[in-house]
DNA sequence: TTGGGTGCAAAGGCTTTGCATGTGA
DNA sequence: TCACATGCAAAGCCTTTGCACCCAA
């Protein structure tokens, strides 16, 4: 597989756009933590500590592109900030969508796989006539983590 | 069952909160159309229309008293609206959560129940030890009605 | 009477936009 | 060269907050 950075490259060549060192940084600041969720101000801080110059305008310019390019997914916890990840597909096999598993407690993001929604989606196409074409799968609770500690305190 | 708006003023008065005619009138508003996700603004227009005297901050505080009683549900489809409707449980029989399914060309939003969570929530807490709490189900795609508008139109 | 509630306007906080300058192709 | 990209600051936009007045209880 090619890395995400050609291939970004290539995606920006053939769409007519340039190549510059601040769109190359921000993808590497993604890159580098896949199954991480920064938001826009996190990934200006990581961007300056190789790019001090950047400004947080390009940040939030270079997440519009690399999002309408796939490379990346976006996560709406409902807290004001938007977060962003590199697209699964660049770090995991024939994987579509995974969904997210959010602790209450600590705030953990954690990732699975699940085609469970393949029948529902096949489903609804047969009942409701509607087609899907994305899924959103968020599901709150307590980490294993935040489990143990607790029972660890009793 | 009793309505909405007698089970609300109960609510109010064992929270040592007052019932003002805002408060009704935002609940009704929210109560007379079911399945509808109204954002604040809407709210706000609507409950205009029998109170013009109301302020906007006070639908906002409104909503989020609505919220903390589990009277109203928020939908975030990251617009940049939070958007807001009665509580299914007032409405359907045993329902716990519903999901959403967002057509991406009218915009339209249906809501179907699925127990098949369920089973995945289950498969998660044996393997990973998460326990979940409640979620979040968003299916985009293209509407009945719109599928079938496009075809006309060939 | 009186403390919670409301209306208004101002402030917050994330994100977008305008514009002059910079730069990859 | 020159159209696209960037930095900075200002503007946008939804939502929250401060404060004086109001009104359920």
Redesign the pocket.
């Known amino acids: 597989m090619p890395s995400s950075r050609e291939q970004f490259k290539v995606l920006l060549r053939t769409n007519?756009?340039?190549?510059?060192?601040?769109?190359i940084a921000i993808l590497e600041v993604l890159s580098n933590r896949p199954g991480k969720h920064l938001?826009?101000?996190e990934i200006y801080e990581y961007v300056r500590e190789e790019?001090p110059?950047?400004?947080?305008?390009?940040v939030?310019?270079?997440i519009?592109l690399l999002s309408e390019l796939n490379l990346i997914d976006k996560l709406n916890l409902g807290d004001?900030?938007?977060r962003y990840e590199i697209s699964a597909k660049r770090h995991e096999e024939n994987s579509h969508h995974h969904h997210h598993l959010i602790c209450l407690e600590c705030g953990n993001i954690y990732a699975f796989q699940d085609d469970l929604l393949e029948n529902l989606e096949a489903k609804i196409k047969d009942t409701l006539g509607f087609e899907v074409m994305d899924h959103e799968v968020k599901l709150y609770g307590h980490c294993k983590k935040c489990i143990d500690k607790k029972s660890e305190e009793i």
Chains 1, 2 share one sequence.
């Open positions: 007519g756009l340039k190549i510059t060192n601040q769109r938001t826009a101000e790019h110059e950047i400004g947080l305008a390009t939030y310019r270079t519009l004001g900030y938007v």
